[in-house]
């Protein structure tokens, strides 16, 4: 439960952090 919500919020983060980089890239 515990490292599935771990794994859950890294996803997550790296999800966000992809996002960030192609608004910066494509903005």
Same mark, same amino acid.
């Given at each position: ?5 771990m ?8 999800? /966000?952090?992809?996002? /960030? ?7």
């Open positions: 439960m515990f490292r599935k919500l794994a859950t919020e890294l996803i997550v983060r790296d999800l /966000a952090a992809c996002t /960030a980089f192609y608004r910066d890239t494509l903005g």
